[in-house]
Structure formats: C-alpha cells, structure tokens
C-alpha cells in the first residue's frame, strides 16, 4: 500500500472509531495536515450525526465546511469529546512530534479540551526517540532571534521556516516557525517545559504532556490500535 493509501485507511479508521464512541450530537475536534483531511472524508458521509466540529485551522475549518459539516469556535464549546489529529513522529508512549503543517498551537489548544486524542498515522510515524523530525517552535515574530539564540544553547540547530518562494511562513496566529534540527528528545516531558519557558515561544509542537490516548496506525498488515491509557 502507498502512504496515501495508508492515510485513507486510519482517517476511516478513525471515523469508524468516533462513530462508535462518541454519542449522536457531538461536537467533535478535527486537527490539520493530509492524514486528518483523510478523517474530514471519512466523517463527510455521516455527518448528520454530528452537531459540528472545532477546528484546529484556517485550511480544516475550509474542508470541513466544504463537506457541509458546522464549525464552532472554541469559546462556544465546554469540552470536546474527542480530538482526531495526524502526527510527525509518534513514539512508544503517544508522544509526538506535530506542527509540520504549522497548525500546531491551534492543535494544541483544541487538544488540551478534548477527552480523548486520537492520533492517526501512517507506520512511517513511528520512532524509537522523536527529534529527527525537525521540531516546529511557533514565535513571537520579535522573539525569532533571541529563542533562536536559546534554542542553539539546548544543543538545537533552529532555522525560520520560509514558504516555497521563499518568503517568511506565518502561521494563522501571525506567527513564524523555527524548525529545529539535530536534537534527540530523551525526556519529551521535561524538554517541552524547558522549550515552553523561553520567551517569545508560543507553542513548541511537543505533545508529550497531554500526548496521544489513542493511536490508529497504518500498516501494511492493517490498522494497528495502540491504547496509552492502560
Ligand atoms: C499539522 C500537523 C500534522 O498533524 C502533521 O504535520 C502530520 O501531517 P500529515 O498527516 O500531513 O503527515 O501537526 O500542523
């Protein structure tokens, strides 16, 4: 199977999931990136039983009303009961590596109100120590070169993310991102307290605090369900 294929699999999966899990009526949170566009499909043809979504960016809130499906703001939602997002790097624990799309302090906002995150990924996800994925750090613009600064000194090598022409990414918050390579995440815990406390840092795309309850992984053996609850 290809990726793409891989993709398809765990967004359905992961629609399957949610359709047994979550009671008629639910406003249920939907993150960002190609494998949870592949869950925004998947929902599109059940989605009258869903009060709604919140949506973890500009680009998901666009497909998911493109399907029909409403999307509420936050601030209108006490708690969601489930969270659906794709991940960079996922290990042992459900700790991930996310924000390659850029969406990753919307993600992570929409997560920390969800009961149960449910990430989706294809088997290429899945490391031993997460790091080799260049770790998104979303900025104060102002701030790029002095956590940059900060960044180098934990042993990272930080580089601003630029779009395909080459101007400066900004994210939907008007921030930019520092990819920071070169760095072996040992204790992700620890290490996202330690990225949180730099100045000018907005979110750093460590999901380790609140990381994955649930994992749906594409393999080509079929999808592989990984509970970190237990
Ligand atoms: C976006 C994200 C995505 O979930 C992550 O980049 C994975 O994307 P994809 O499913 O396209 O591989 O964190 O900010």
New binding site residues.
């Given amino acids: 199977m290809t990726q793409d294929e891989l993709?398809r699999l765990v967004g359905q999966a992961a629609a399957d999931y949610v359709k047994q899990h979550v009671p008629e009526g639910s406003v249920i949170g939907v993150?960002?990136?190609?494998?949870?566009?592949?869950f925004i499909d998947a929902i599109a043809a059940d989605r009258a039983r869903y009060r709604g979504a919140v949506s973890?960016?500009e680009a998901s809130t666009e497909r998911l009303r493109g399907h029909g499906i409403e999307v509420f703001d936050l601030n209108q939602i006490d708690s969601l009961p489930v969270y659906v997002?794709?991940?960079?790097e996922i290990n042992a624990l459900g700790h991930?590596?996310?924000?390659?799309?850029?969406?990753?302090t919307r993600?992570k906002i929409v997560a920390s109100v969800a009961m149960t995150f449910v990430c989706?990924?294809?088997a290429s996800?899945r490391v031993p120590v997460l790091g080799l994925f260049p770790l998104?750090v979303e900025v104060i613009p102002m701030a790029q070169a002095s956590v940059a600064r900060a960044l180098t000194a934990m042993g990272g090598t930080p580089q601003a993310r630029v779009r395909a022409d080459g101007s400066p990414y900004v994210t939907d918050n008007g921030c930019t991102i520092l990819d920071v390579r070169g760095l072996q995440i040992l204790d992700p815990v620890a290490f996202e307290t330690s990225v949180n406390q730099i100045p000018g840092v907005v979110t750093v795309?460590l999901f380790a605090q609140r990381g994955a309850d649930l994992c749906l992984m594409g393999t080509t053996a079929g999808v592989e369900m990984t509970d970190y609850r237990n």
């Fill in positions: 993709k993150g960002t990136g190609s494998t949870a566009n592949c973890s960016s997002d794709g991940a960079d991930m590596v996310k924000g390659g799309g850029g969406a990753l993600e989706v990924v294809d996800k998104p795309g």
